[in-house]
């Protein structure tokens, strides 16, 4: 069964430093979505990506964040300057249409900021 | 502003039991909810999707309702298992946003005894 894709499972990074997380999401998925999980709180929606731009993002997601496909295949999600407060797990997920459609997540990668 | 709560926060079973998990949401303008698993350190695997013109979907011992108009929505699990244990999450994507994004309660989770 298809499924989506997340690397690497964990990152440690130190404050200040730039990281870049990885999706493949299923491959004919049209969108394209970041969320993300700090510790014993709600999952939170970062953004959404479809047609190769941003449809919607969050308050959280400002100018430090930024989201890409580079590719056909890979959507990433890049935190250029990295704060204690990012430290969280974060969730990619993709489907195939919009409103009607199952949203399916990936099994996350474990940001710990130092 | 949508807002997602679920009860109880935690809820403890003996195996065998019937048990009903209940989620709501604040707007009854939504376009769908879906009812996920989270195991611990772990990624979400979607159970059920409702759409907002379905009153129920079933999925083997899964049977999730959606009252929208009230604001609410159930996941009743039949005969549960020790394997399902987990936390159960409820989101919905909401009208009042321009796309897609999945708005979370904080979830239930389950523990069953064997």
């Known amino acids: 069964e298809p499924e989506v894709t997340q690397t690497p499972s964990h990152q440690v990074t130190q404050m200040g430093q730039e990281v870049i997380l990885r999706c493949v999401p299923i491959?004919?998925?049209?969108?394209f979505y970041w969320y993300r999980q700090i510790l014993g709180q709600k999952v939170e929606f970062l953004v959404s990506?479809?047609?190769?731009?941003?449809?919607?993002k969050s308050e959280i997601f400002d100018d430090q964040f930024s989201v890409e496909r580079p590719d056909g295949s890979n959507f990433t999600l890049k935190i250029r300057s990295t704060k204690l407060e990012d430290s969280a797990m974060y969730f990619c997920?993709?489907?195939?249409?919009?409103?009607?459609?199952?949203?399916?997540f990936g099994p996350g990668t474990r940001l710990t900021v130092l | 502003k949508q807002e997602v709560t679920q009860i109880p926060a935690a809820l403890s079973v003996p195996e065998g039991e019937n048990l009903v998990l209940n989620c709501s949401f604040t707007?009854?303008?939504?376009?769908?909810l879906q009812w996920f698993r989270q195991d611990p350190g772990k990624g979400l695997t979607s159970l059920l999707l409702?759409?907002?013109?379905?009153r129920e979907q079933t999925s083997g011992r899964l049977n999730a309702s959606l009252d929208k108009s009230s604001g609410r929505s159930t996941l009743y699990i039949a005969a549960s298992q020790p394997g399902d244990s987990a936390t159960y999450l409820c989101?919905?994507?909401?009208?009042?946003?321009?796309?897609?994004?999945?708005?979370f309660g904080k979830g239930t989770t389950l523990s069953v005894s064997s």
């Open positions: 997920a993709s489907c195939y249409g919009s409103w009607t459609d199952t949203q399916y």
């Open positions: 989101a919905v994507s909401s009208q009042d946003q321009a796309g897609t994004a999945l708005i």
């Open positions: 990506f479809y047609n190769n731009e941003i449809s919607e």
């Open positions: 409702i759409q907002s013109s379905q």
């Open positions: 491959s004919n998925h049209l969108y």
């Open positions: 707007d009854s303008a939504i376009y769908n």
